[in-house]
């Protein structure tokens, strides 16, 4: 979702659909690979960011998913990339696999600016990374198996948030997740939480716009207003 309340959502295969906050179809991207997205990221400025795993690829284009590039992650000093989103500055924010690291590299430079080893904060063999994001000077990573990871925006590692969850959202302060049939509305500075039982089942995510609520389902989006 961006910063208008429009929403973005990727499909098996990797196409992208544009909806209105009144979920409208406005508009789809088709993707000439065939692959699944990793990541998909409408909220940094007024670029949609899209990972593709498979291809290592990255895809950034405009709101109106008209001006596509498409770019490999291509670097001798990076290895197989688990996961990977756009920073605030327009760089690339990345989980590498191999050496279980975490990179910040200049997209402009071909080069690594930051670099955090994980393996000394990460104890958890089998981590599952479905989210990574830098929101107000923080990244976010998320391991499905073990909770949310958060560093400074120079690969500083700051806290962790116990949570079984496998994306969240975020509004002024407030972090948002799913963890076990709740939603749960975390202020990411205080620290103060606030959890709430949600009406649908087999939720898979969660997304906010203002007054609204939207539930992400395997085979729907539900607006809840």
Known sequence: MDATGSIFLSFEGG??????????SLITYSPLKIGDT???ESGTGLVIFAFYDFFQEYLITDRFLARPTRTKLSNSSIDY????TQSQDNNIWLVENSTFRLLKYNVILNQIEIET???TIIDNPDNDFT????YQNQVFLVDKNSG???FDNLGNFSKFISAKTSKCTFEKNIITYLEGGMMVNLDIYSNSEQRSAITETEVLGIMRFKSNLYYVKDKSL???Y
Request: proline fraction near 0%.
């Open 15 to 24: 196409s992208i659909t544009k909806y209105s906050a009144k979920l409208d």
């Open 222 to 224: 539900i607006w809840q």
């Open 117 to 119: 080893a994980l393996n």
């Open 38 to 40: 990793k990541l998909l």
């Open 148 to 150: 949310i990871y958060v």
């Open 131 to 134: 989210f990574i994001k830098e």
């Open 81 to 84: 990339i688990d996961i990977a």
